[in-house]
């Protein structure tokens, strides 16, 4: 079937066409609509077949039939009756909504689209719809009367509509008063149509490729290595200082995981080329894997069994290696999986120390289990005992707000410690927050998590990412704000694209990459840029200086 | 799979158009991506990047970071972009038959 090309509207098309309005026919009657650009394309059966998962076949979104196996219902039911004995959540979630509405306006992809069923309590209602028509006594009895529906194919496609219309971010959760996760929801909703072949191509190619190579990039340990060494000479042609690493080196004391894009797509490349600089400085006894080489976790926006399937790597290759313990890098759905569910995945790290600075003596208690600990607590400790010589002019042309990744800051509550390395790395007075509604556990998400960096799948993904970038123009407008920074890769990868498209004047960067460019070395050669070769303030205007004077000299 | 005829040559492409496998790249492939680009003429410089990036990708089994790209073709980005309208990535590595990247890119 031929595709249809994706043309993306423009702001002014988009914005007016928002309405928030009830509309006439009732939810059940309507069906979703599915257009080029709202929609993820079906994953390639070859990626199922890499990772052993159910009925690898083609198929089309926009098709009639899309060829479900002849037992999907009763795999849906079954598996609907199996994930509520195993996740009391589940059930809970089910019953105790009492449709309220405190989570409707709460969406970024509600407020993006206006479509009533991005409201996450009607979100969760196709899928408790199913449950109470086969679950509970009132539903079978009274169907539609007692907000029941059959389970039929179109139920299924109204699934797929939705629940990747969810980037799982719990935004939502914080302002339920019973604190439903819709998350949760979506997560297992995935889960039950990925039991019936309905994956998305985009979070399933990445998973393979990680479950095959090491990494979602498909980065052979050759290539990995390549373009690490790579940065390694990029660090000195800038900086003077070479920072090599050591691959899958036996008896280092710690493992490094940083999530792949960061040494493939930029910006993110500064961002490793950060974390380099900063180990070098320290002379940290590090090393990285080419078979743990990837800190995200494409398998958990999935099923929980693919998310523990690739999590598993980073323990196995931690105890081959021997380390100690373990440093995580930027990244966002790492950290949600390490925070809740990576010890009872794969743990308990018995074989793990308890993670102690080498260079500051502080006990990371808080990784007391999991023994891993994340980069901005690792740096903040640091500068906290003044273990780093910053000069934070370095960064003088960046003035800075800060977008909490919504696994890291509603997934675990890492706020201080960014903003606290920013505070130090950059001249005072760069620093402003966006509006206190968008930030810290308000955050709003940047509308391309869980799996959603599709092409196809634009115009939502811009829709979705409005409100973050609504905040973003607000300090860009008032206080001259021209960079967003960030600790997660996806971030990193999908915000250049939604802040092109409403906020063309800030760029995004990691907080690492800003460490990198405020680190003094004894041994360094003068900096005269930043580490994306962008000229120092003073530095351009100086040299300028000198060519108008030598151009005023030969004149006269 | 979707497929595309082109010159009397059938390649067999996934859904972002990108060739299934790099061993059915031929000069009519190159053609048709040209075309679809609106490339109007392929000159020295647009084969050195295909070149490059599939001597990268059969020695490395992925495409090259598009630094590195930059720094062994010796173009920088914006020359990439004006080679390429759609970009190294949509582009360059659609042309030369590469697949596309994945994860968080």
Known sequence: ?556 | MATVEFKGKTFTVDEDGFLENLDQWSQEWVDYVKDSEGISQLTEEHWKVIQMLQDYYKKNGIAPMVRILSKVTGFKLKHIYELFPSGPGKGACKMAGLAKPTGCV
């Open chain 1, 1 to 556: 079937m031929a595709k249809a090309k994706v043309t993306v509207p423009t702001p002014a098309e988009i914005l007016p066409g928002i309405s928030y309005k009830t509309p006439e026919k009732g939810w059940m009657d309507v069906k979703p609509d599915f257009r080029p650009g709202t929609y993820c394309n079906p994953a390639n059966p070859k990626w199922l077949e890499w990772i052993g998962y159910p009925y690898p076949r083609a198929w089309h979104v926009t098709d009639e039939d899309w060829h479900l196996p002849s037992d999907w219902k009763e795999t849906i039911l079954q598996g609907m009756e199996d994930r509520l004995s195993r996740f009391r959540s589940l059930k809970l979630f089910f019953d105790i909504c009492v449709r309220c509405g405190a989570c409707a306006d709460k969406c970024h992809f509600f407020l993006g689209t206006g479509d009533p069923k991005n409201m996450p309590v009607l979100r969760a209602e196709l899928m408790r719809s199913v449950y109470k028509r086969y679950f509970k006594p009132a539903g079978r009895l009274l169907g539609q009367l007692a907000g029941a529906r059959d389970l039929t194919e179109d139920v299924i496609k109204e699934w797929f509509f939705y629940l990747y219309q969810c980037t799982e971010c719990r935004r939502c959760s914080l302002f339920c008063p019973y604190g439903i996760d819709m998350a949760e929801m979506t997560i297992l909703g995935r889960e039950l149509l990925s039991s019936i072949g309905i994956n998305i191509e985009w979070t399933l190619a990445s998973v393979a490729q990680c479950y095959d190579k090491g990494s979602h990039i498909g980065a052979t340990p050759q290539a990995m290595k390549d373009m690490i060494d790579f940065f390694a000479e990029e660090n000195e042609r800038v900086t003077g200082i070479y920072t090599p690493i050591t691959y899958n080196r036996k008896g280092a004391e710690i493992l490094f995981v940083a999530p792949s894009g960061d040494y493939f797509a930029d910006p993110g490349t500064y961002t490793f080329m950060g974390y380099m600089l900063l180990f070098t400085y320290l002379g940290l006894d590090y090393t990285i894997s080419t078979y743990a080489g990837e800190g995200g976790n494409f398998g958990f926006f999935m099923s929980h069994e693919m998310g523990k399937r690739l999590n598993a790597k980073i323990y196995a290759e931690a105890k081959r290696l021997g380390v100690k313990w373990i440093i995580g890098g930027e990244c966002g759905h790492m950290w949600r999986i390490l925070n809740q569910y990576m010890d009872t995945w794969n743990g308990p790290a018995d074989f793990l120390e308890m993670p102690v600075s080498p260079i500051t003596g502080t006990k990371f208690e808080n990784a007391a289990t999991t023994r891993m600990v994340h980069i901005s607590e690792f740096t903040a400790d640091l500068i906290k005992h003044g273990k780093l010589k910053l000069d934070p002019m370095r960064n003088a042309h960046i003035k800075l707000t800060f977008h909490d990744s919504c696994n890291t800051s509603r997934g675990m509550g890492i706020f201080e410690e960014p903003r606290y390395i920013i505070k130090n790395v950059l001249p005072e007075g760069h620093f402003v927050d966006m509006p206190p509604n968008t930030i810290r556990e308000k955050t709003f998400c940047c509308g391309s998590g869980s799996g959603f960096n599709a092409d196809e799948y634009l115009e939502t993904r811009l829709r979705g990412g409005l409100p973050r970038a609504n905040a973003v123009r607000y300090v860009h407008e008032k206080y001259g704000v021209n960079h967003l920074g960030c600790i997660c890769a996806i971030d990193r990868a999908v915000l250049p694209t939604l802040l092109g498209y409403w906020v063309p004047e800030v760029e995004v960067t990691g907080i690492s990459e800003l460490v990198g460019n405020a680190l003094v070395f004894d041994e360094e050669i003068e900096r005269t840029t930043d580490l994306r070769d962008r000229d120092l303030v003073g530095v351009g205007e100086a040299e300028e200086g000198v060519e108008a004077a030598e151009a005023a000299e030969e004149e006269e």
